[in-house]
DNA sequence: CATCTATTTTTGTGATCACAAAAACTTGCT
DNA sequence: AGCAAGTTTTTGTGATCACAAAAATAGATG
């Protein structure tokens, strides 16, 4: 049944509230998010029907909207598959998730209130507990949630979706940055955002954000630890 | 069979090389895009599969696509429409719209050759000429073509998904802009970009591309006409 | 006339089927 | 063994059906 490489994916159990074709995609999404599906492995459609035990159709609607979010490639042969990383794509994806997230960033400053501000220390110490924890899995969660609550502060804010889109490519790769962030001991730039959020300083919190991306990825700053992993998933 | 407002859309005759999903999705894309499908107004999968003359498959999945894609709106309802916009949202996406081209235009600049700068030169010319003629449609279409041939002279580019979900969020607006634009008679600032670029200056690029995408949504700079036509998309 | 309730219709979701195209496999030849 | 042609299987696409939920309509009641 299983030609290639066996494909492993945590399955949670379903919410009765949610149609499946919601679940199937969240439960996709959090998949190659996780790098759990190794790029260029080709997806069919029964197949992963046949592994989350769903009829063909909801599995077809999700592979169309993860690809639409350019979290899956739709090849000419209408294969789908997880897009293949180079060492110049990775760079791109790291420039503009700086760019795109400071952005974000500045716009949400105005509306960030005391009340607000304090959710972010608390979300900043939740980040810290996983990491005396070494739950590598949680720091990326809850490292996430500390940005999108602050990008969402922007109550107009229109750019989280294309945000997510770039975490999403960046997703496989960004759990090999979490295991190398164990040996380094990254502290993030959290603190230095929230001093710049009280102070009301734009320029400071852009700076903070720029400096957290960075440093996020920084161990990909040696040419060869990056070409290193991306190899890795060159595997046909 | 059409209670609310009818729905006109421009119908062109399918390639047979491509799927009637591909199809269904850039035709209604392309109504999106050209605010030919009012903002509230409920979209039924049955209804565009007999506009359209289509089996109700592949519209509902051009339908997902085009909602991953923030073009269409999924209300808890599960019903699809083009979504509303305010005066705040449509600053956002202006905004957005600065950040992410200024900066896809700064990372493709290092690319542009001599005779990539040969081709924008003549896709400018072009514009122009329609601007000559009066070609309202031509004017969109071909100014969209320059900006996107300038952003994909970047081989690696990964932001040109992102820049098009935020042209098909003011698509329906930009009509409008261009209709205005008449009146206005503004020269676009694609003349100060190609000069910027034939010095290989990022900076003067930005700041060009910056002030062509501000002048382009100028006229809505005064609060009452802008507040006037996103009025006028507010009939439920 | 307005407002709530019951009934009918419409709608999205998901399952299943048919079919042509693409892969994978087998076979035969050098 | 290496490779090409033919055969079988698998796959995505699109059509159609069933069903529960939502919306529209009709009716009744104040």
Known sequence: MDKKSP????????????????????????AVMNGQILPGRAL??????????????????????????????????????????????FNELCEARITLESHAAARALPYIDKERLQLLIALDKEIDQAHDEGDLEQITVRNQRFHRTLYTSNPHQITLPLI??????????????????????TIDRHNEALQAIERKDALALQIAITADIREGFAFAGTPELLHSFIEESASA
């Open 44 to 89: 069919t459609i029964r197949e992963l029907a046949s592994i989350l035990d769903v009829s063909p159709m909801p599995v077809r609607e999700a592979l169309r909207q993860l690809a639409a979010e350019n979290a899956l490639e739709i090849q000419g042969n209408r294969r789908v598959m997880v897009p293949r990383m180079t060492a110049m794509k």
């Open 7 to 30: 494909i492993r994916i945590t399955l949670t159990t379903r919410d009765e509230t949610v149609t499946i074709t919601q679940w199937v995609y969240s439960t996709l999404r959090h």
């Open 164 to 185: 997510e889109s770039l975490w999403l490519q960046l997703g496989p790769f960004m759990r090999l940055a979490n295991s190398k962030l164990e040996e380094h001991y």
